[in-house]
């Protein structure tokens, strides 16, 4: 196994680009994840220089599969996902399968192909990044806050069962972070009060966390992070 290595997914993100800027910084090899944008995960490896870019389909089990079953990592922060907001009662179905299917459904496929390695070493560490909203629900996410509810609830069934093993499992729950899903908000400083910190998070901060669940908090397992500055409590 690489020494040091972790997978990021959905790393052409602006929350997984800042994931794999912190955890190549603490010498890690990182596989770069993405779907369609190549060009922007071969410029972030070619600036973070250790590493590799990987491609698969986040709805095909089988691609998902073949691309991973020779890769061993110590650490998976899954960081990919979408949003297809709607009120309930207008969104269409593919919009609800969707998101599902990208945001939880293959994070299964995919932490059951590296989990059975990291069994074999007994040793690893699982972070998902979910969303607030998959604690308290959201209006118009319905399908999004389902999804990460899932990756909760996923998150800390995992940690029970893979406790044995040595592997940790835990979560992120972002709240309204500066990233490319908030650019259509059309009046963001009303959102900014809901905010007692009174401002939007960074990727950057988000990313922080991501390495000190993943790697420093050795003794955290089945835990959920808050990251929304106080704004769900």
Same mark, same amino acid.
């Given at each position: 196994?690489?020494?040091?290595?972790?997978?990021? /997914?959905?790393?052409?993100?602006?929350?997984?680009?800042?994931?794999?800027?912190?955890?190549?910084?603490?010498?890690?090899?990182?596989?770069?994840?993405?779907?369609?944008?190549?060009?922007?995960?071969?410029?972030?490896?070619?600036? #973070?220089?250790?590493?590799?870019?990987? /491609?698969?389909?986040?709805?095909?089990?089988?691609?998902?599969?073949?691309?991973?079953? *020779?890769?061993?990592?110590?650490?998976?922060?899954?960081?990919?996902?979408?949003?297809?907001?709607?009120?309930?009662?207008?969104?269409?179905?593919?919009?609800?399968?969707? %998101? @599902?299917?990208?945001?939880?459904?293959?994070?299964?496929?995919?932490?059951?192909?590296? /989990?059975?390695?990291?069994?074999?070493?007994?040793?690893?560490? #699982?972070?998902? #990044?979910?969303?607030?909203?998959?604690?308290?629900?959201?209006?118009?996410?319905? *399908?999004?806050?389902?999804?990460?509810?899932?990756? #909760?609830?996923? /998150?800390?069934?995992?940690?029970?069962?893979?406790?044995?093993?040595?592997?940790?499992?835990?979560?992120?729950?972002?709240?309204? @972070?500066?990233?490319?899903?908030?650019?259509?908000?059309?009046?963001?400083?009303?959102?900014?009060?809901?905010?007692?910190?009174?401002?939007?998070?960074?990727?950057?901060?988000?990313?922080?966390?991501?390495?000190?669940?993943? %790697?420093?908090?050795?003794? %955290?397992?089945?835990? %959920?992070? *808050?990251?929304?500055?106080?704004?769900?409590?």
């Amino acid at each position: 196994m690489q020494e040091k290595s972790v997978l990021v /997914t959905g790393a052409t993100g602006d929350i997984g680009v800042a994931v794999v800027r912190e955890y190549a910084q603490h010498g890690y090899y990182v596989y770069i994840h993405y779907h369609s944008n190549q060009k922007k995960a071969e410029a972030l490896l070619a600036e #973070i220089k250790h590493g590799e870019v990987i /491609t698969f389909d986040m709805k095909n089990k089988d691609d998902i599969q073949t691309t991973l079953e *020779n890769i061993e990592v110590e650490v998976l922060v899954h960081s990919a996902g979408i949003i297809k907001d709607s009120l309930f009662f207008f969104m269409e179905d593919e919009d609800w399968e969707d %998101v @599902i299917s990208i945001n939880l459904n293959a994070l299964f496929y995919i932490t059951k192909v590296l /989990t059975y390695k990291m069994m074999q070493h007994r040793k690893g560490s #699982i972070v998902n #990044i979910a969303s607030v909203s998959g604690l308290v629900g959201n209006f118009g996410q319905a *399908n999004y806050a389902a999804s990460k509810g899932g990756v #909760i609830a996923f /998150t800390k069934n995992l940690a029970l069962e893979l406790g044995r093993y040595n592997i940790r499992v835990n979560a992120l729950a972002p709240g309204i @972070i500066d990233s490319e899903m908030i650019q259509d908000i059309p009046d963001k400083k009303v959102l900014t009060k809901q905010i007692p910190l009174g401002r939007f998070g960074e990727p950057e901060e988000v990313a922080k966390c991501a390495y000190f669940m993943g %790697v420093e908090a050795t003794y %955290v397992s089945g835990e %959920v992070l *808050n990251i929304s500055g106080a704004m769900v409590r």
